[in-house]
């Protein structure tokens, strides 16, 4: 007898009702708080970073003890007790961004100037050739009294083999802000700069000589500088025993300086997904910690008393850890490298103690700490893809080792399960850490690397079994004077490991170029994250809710008609799939991150970027959306001369009200604050007339330490329904190769 349809759909939703309750159950019965805790800590510090204005901080940490304080008192009644506690990690995260911001306050160039500079050098970085990117102390700048002077500066000088850390010098140099970023939603060099310390960016101009008096360091710098020092001789040491792209790609992978790698080296690494190699990371870390740990507890096991008493695992985890520390030190304490070394130590603590390592407790432990004490991280990629790819390797980790395994019997077949289990392990690592990865690479890079599989399964096991043991053995080597032999052996398995790296770049489709997205569309994509780690049953299927809304975000989010940037005198229109750059060769850093944005691969010099821009001694002009024209003029006169022909006016001269009142202008002032402007287009008025959505990189009204306030009135967003076609430019014959000012200092500045 066939039952009715409405008692099947009635039996139906009592069996998923019964599902989804046994589930939640389950859930609440695995519940971990300390793995929500850096959830709500993230969203408190994108709270302050998101604040239009510099927020205080009396107020928002009588709040956060307050909430500590009631969460403490109801810890009885579980419900309030867990809510409590995030409101009070949303509270702390925010607390703990804004004490981050008033420790490292200190002021920044408010224009560019340049001067004589008399300072200590901290740091030095060698470039290709004998130029190198240094940083400098200021005891004295021109121009500038001493409470408006940068604690750091950063300059690029052209002969700088002969500059070493600790230096006291007198220089000129051309300074500028830290630059903003280089598009809305861009990476923001000035909020690092800031956090770094640096005020200023810029190159030094004619000769470096001796300081008239030697500038005093800190303890605190003269130990910065004498690891620095020891880093860059041990990279000479490298660079000069293997020669070559290799040399420099070994020193990188053991001091830490990458700026001597080839361009055409860091583009095949980043087209094969191998660059990571490159950073002394998480694979570094593990790779040295987990090396040593090895060899510590192989010669504790030679002492009988050890292995009975004492116990050899836990021993050489304790151990490791001072040498891991220095490792941390020595390879300049970066980022990565720092938050790398935090996970390890985790990790060798537990294994010390006698508990799990791998868990996602560890994990959520070990970005706690890092979202208290520089929660900046938190909006960089290093940070979001190296806590993705951990967290969901540990997932990974958890899964594999629930399944039962068969133990045979036969040595042979243990070998060659052993074998199979191991290219197994490492295939899953690397498809769990893309898929984890892949989205914050999209947004910030906008590159999704799609054959990193092939190429991390091939390489890996050189940069594990290879490289890495010859450099510990090079360094051990060194001091005695025998290290040549390892460091001219590491060449040679880096030269395989650039075979790799170049081999894939060259295929096909080796890598995507995404267009940019919007940081919704992100953060539905951490949100799937952040699902897949706390939830431990089926329910984590509803992972698949937010990714889904992700991708429809990141598929259709609108490209911009122009972007607008570098001091105002560079431009990228668009026309349907056309792009026109309006800029000079000094441009070109800010124009690549313009076109990877749009999801376009070509290079700015590409000539077909050139083929519908008209030029003259003035200005050029190129042929944007919806039929109008952009104009991107270099003179007050030429813009005056434009007024209402053009659909945009845009240029690095103050464009008066006269020609506001016309039209869309872009102008200095404008382009001054905003740092950056993507341009849409909206749908035409009632009257026929093109509209405009303006999208600024930094926002005109607030006021940031790191991005200080200039507010500049948006004139018109509405140009004239008459528009001037496009058969020639406006004024004379067109010159191609117009040159168009002085460029935006860029982040290798």
Known sequence: MALPGGMLFGQGLQRLLAWVAAALAAEMAAFELALVVPIFLGLGVIAYFAAPEEPGLVFPAFLTVGMACLAYGLRGRWGLHVGLVCLTAVGAGFCSAKLRTMSVAAPQLSRSMAGAVTGLVLSVEPRLGSSARIVIRPVSVEKLEPA????????????????????????????RPPPPPALPGGYDFARDAFFDGIGGVGFAA????????????????????????????????????????NGAIAASQVTGKRGQIPGDANDALRASGLYHVVSISGLHMALFAGGLFGLIRAMLALSRRIVLYRGTKEL?????????????????????????????????????????????????LAASFVLLTTPEQLLGPSFQM???????????????????????????????????????????????ASLATAPFSA???????????????????????????????????????????????????????????????????????????????????????VLLTILRTRLALLALLP??????????????????????????????????????????????????????????????????????????????????????????????????????????????????????????????????????????GGDG???????????????????????????????????????????GSPIPDADLGPSQPNADD
Request: proline share 6%; glycine share 8%; aromatic share 6%.
């Open 316 to 364: 050489a985890a304790l151990l490791s850890l001072l040498p891991a520390a220095a490792y941390t030190l020595f390879s300049g304490a970066e980022v990565a490298t720092v938050r790398s070394f935090l996970m390890t130590a985790i990790v060798l603590l537990a294994v010390a103690l006698g508990r799990n390592a791998i868990t996602r407790r560890n994990v959520a």
């Open 443 to 529: 947004f910030h890079f906008h590159r999704l690397t799609l054959q990193s599989l092939a190429s991390n399964l091939v390489a890996t096991p050189i940069v594990s079994f290879l490289i890495m043991p010859l450099a510990m053995l090079a360094l051990v080597a060194e001091p005695f004077g025998y290290g040549a032999p390892f460091w001219q052996a590491m060449g040679w398995a880096v030269g395989l490991f650039m075979q790799v790296a170049r081999s894939v770049a060259t295929w096909p489709g080796s890598d995507l170029v995404m267009p940019q997205f919007s940081a919704v569309a992100l953060g539905l994509f951490a949100l799937t994250l």
């Open 689 to 731: 007339r093109l509209t405009w959505r303006i999208v600024m990189a930094r926002d005109l009204e607030g006021a940031r330490p790191w991005a200080p306030a200039r507010t500049k009135p948006v004139a018109s967003a509405t140009p004239p329904a008459t528009q001037a076609p496009l058969v020639d430019s406006p004024r």
């Open 206 to 245: 004619g000769k470096i000589s001796p300081a008239a008096s030697p500038v005093e360091a800190s303890w605190a710098e003269a130990f910065t500088i004498w690891i620095d020092r020891q880093r860059n001789h041990l990279t000479r040491r490298i660079v000069e025993t293997i020669q070559g792209e």
């Open 547 to 684: 990714l889904g809304g992700g991708i429809a975000l990141a598929a259709t989010a609108p490209l911009p008609v122009a972007l607008f940037g570098a001091n105002g005198h560079a431009a990228l229109v668009r026309k349907g799939d056309q792009l026109t750059v309006l800029a000079q060769r000094s441009d070109a850093f800010t124009v690549q991150q313009w076109l990877l944005a749009m999801g376009d691969r070509r290079k700015p010099e590409d000539p077909t970027l050139a083929a519908q821009r008209l030029c003259d001694r003035e200005g050029c002009s190129a042929p944007i959306g919806e039929g109008g024209v952009f104009m991107l003029d270099k003179t007050a006169n030429a813009a005056e001369e434009d007024c209402g022909r053009v659909s945009v006016l845009a240029g690095p001269v103050s464009i008066g009200a006269r020609c506001a009142a016309l039209g869309l202008t872009l102008d200095r002032e404008l382009i001054r604050a905003a740092g950056s402007i993507a341009l849409y287009a909206g749908p035409r």
């Open 148 to 175: 408006a002077m940068p604690a750091r500066i950063r300059l690029t000088v052209r002969k700088g083999s002969e500059i070493r850390a600790g230096d006291s010098v007198s220089l000129k140099a051309i300074m």
């Open 386 to 432: 190296s806590f993705a790819a951990v967290a969901m390797l540990v997932i990974a980790h958890e899964q594999w080792s629930r399944r039962e395994r068969e133990k045979s019997a036969m040595a042979w077949e243990r070998a060659i399960g052993g074998a199979v289990t191991l290219v197994l392990a490492m295939m899953l690592t690397t498809i769990v």
